[in-house]
């Protein structure tokens, strides 16, 4: 999130629309925005989906990265930063990745009270440890 203060909702509408059209382009099946940190940047995907993504009917997903169940590593409001996707019919999925293990849980659990329609869960464990974490969703 340290980009959050020099760069405009506008740059990285540009930057993700870019990125967008050479995926649809290519034929993808799915768009992930991963690992978004601030809501500024999900303010301009929210903005590049409800105007291009009803027009290439690529549904997308949005993940977010936390540093507690509450706050985006940005330590803006978890949920209020999500409220713009709320009634974006390309976005089938709003997730968490790249967090720490412990919160997922209760990330995940507020996500699903915001947004319930919408709670997508991607698990890439790349470490060696065994996590054991129960969501009750």
């Keep these: 999130a340290t980009y959050r203060d020099r760069v405009s909702v ?16 290519e034929g993808v ?5 991963e690992t978004i940190p601030c809501a500024k940047e999900v303010k301009a995907i929210a903005e590049i989906e409800v105007e291009e993504g ?13 540093r507690s ?15 713009p996707l ?14 720490n293990p412990l919160i997922v849980a209760d990330v995940v659990t507020a996500i699903r009270r915001e947004l319930p329609e919408k709670v997508v869960v991607s698990v890439d464990f790349r470490r060696k440890e065994t996590l054991h974490f129960r969501c009750v969703c």
């Design 54 to 66: 009803g027009a290439s009917h690529t549904p997308a997903w949005v993940s977010v990265a936390c």
């Design 86 to 99: 709320k009634h974006i019919p390309s976005i089938f999925g709003v997730g968490v990745n790249c967090s």
């Design 10 to 25: 506008d740059e990285l509408k540009s930057f993700h629309r870019e990125k967008r059209r050479l995926l649809v382009e």
């Design 69 to 83: 169940s509450t706050e985006l590593n940005s330590g803006e409001d978890l949920l209020s930063s999500l409220s």
């Design 29 to 33: 099946d799915l768009l992930a925005y």
